[in-house]
């Protein structure tokens, strides 16, 4: 299995994000959280400021978007070049159409949803979809607790997108630490966001102890299934 590191610069000096990038650039992709202060009750960046750090980044763009009306605002950012744009299936009328057109237009289209919404209307177009996010926290805010009652959740998507063959990866967002990164992957999970755990510390020595733990926690549940 095939870990991917996305830290998010929401817990990154925005003050400073080309040097911030700069900092986590062992990483695989980098995760930014786009807030509308509608969908979610805080406020960060939008497009123009994703476009320069598009212009900027040593590493592909994982955009979050945690906005209303994913339909009509979503494929714009997958225009100005990000390699992935994910909208909540909450704010959106017609995700399968959505995800297409982020396709169209060059990116890895992908779908988010809150620790309470159901993942089997998003199963059941599995092959629209490059990723799914199952939120760990309620979306809005770096720094919460990691929600474990998502993980059978999680464990549903695994057996559904390895039953389909299909190429689509697992992402994880919202208390992901060294101590939490075990059950993420465990139950199925191969793309980890972390924000705090990564810029709360030394990013490159962060984003390897998570990799190393995540990569252990793969090979022990892959030694599980083939036993
Ligand atoms: C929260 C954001 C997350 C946030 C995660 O709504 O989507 O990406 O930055 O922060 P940590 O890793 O600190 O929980
Ligand atoms: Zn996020």
């Known amino acids: 299995m095939t870990i991917r590191i996305s830290p998010s610069i929401l817990s990154a000096d ?53 906005i209303t009306d994913a339909d009509r605002n979503a494929p714009a950012y997958a225009e100005l070049g990000a390699a992935s744009v994910t909208f909540h299936l909450e704010a959106a009328t017609d995700p399968v159409a959505t995800a297409r057109a982020i396709r169209s237009n060059g990116a890895r289209a992908a779908v988010a949803v809150k620790p ?74 191969d793309t980890l966001v972390a924000g705090s755990a990564v810029f709360g510390g030394a990013p490159e020595e962060r984003i390897a102890g998570l990799r190393r733990a995540a990569e252990s926690a793969g090979r022990a549940a892959a030694d599980g299934r083939v036993a």
């Open 116 to 189: 309470g919404t159901d993942v089997a209307p998003v199963l059941e177009h599995l092959d629209a979809y490059d990723m799914i996010l199952l939120m760990t926290v309620e979306p809005g805010f770096g720094g919460q607790s990691f929600m474990p009652d998502v993980m059978p959740k999680l464990s549903r998507a695994r057996a559904a997108v390895d039953a389909s063959g299909l190429d689509v990866w697992l992402e994880v967002d919202g208390g992901i630490a060294l101590d939490t990164v075990d059950q993420a992957v465990t139950s199925g999970a």
């Open 14 to 66: 925005f003050a400073n994000l080309e040097r911030e990038l700069q900092r986590i650039s062992t990483a695989d992709m980098v995760h930014v959280d786009v807030m509308d202060n509608h969908f979610v009750p805080n406020l960060t960046l939008g497009l123009p400021v994703v476009e320069r750090l598009q212009q900027v980044s040593p590493i592909p763009l994982d955009v979050h978007l945690m």
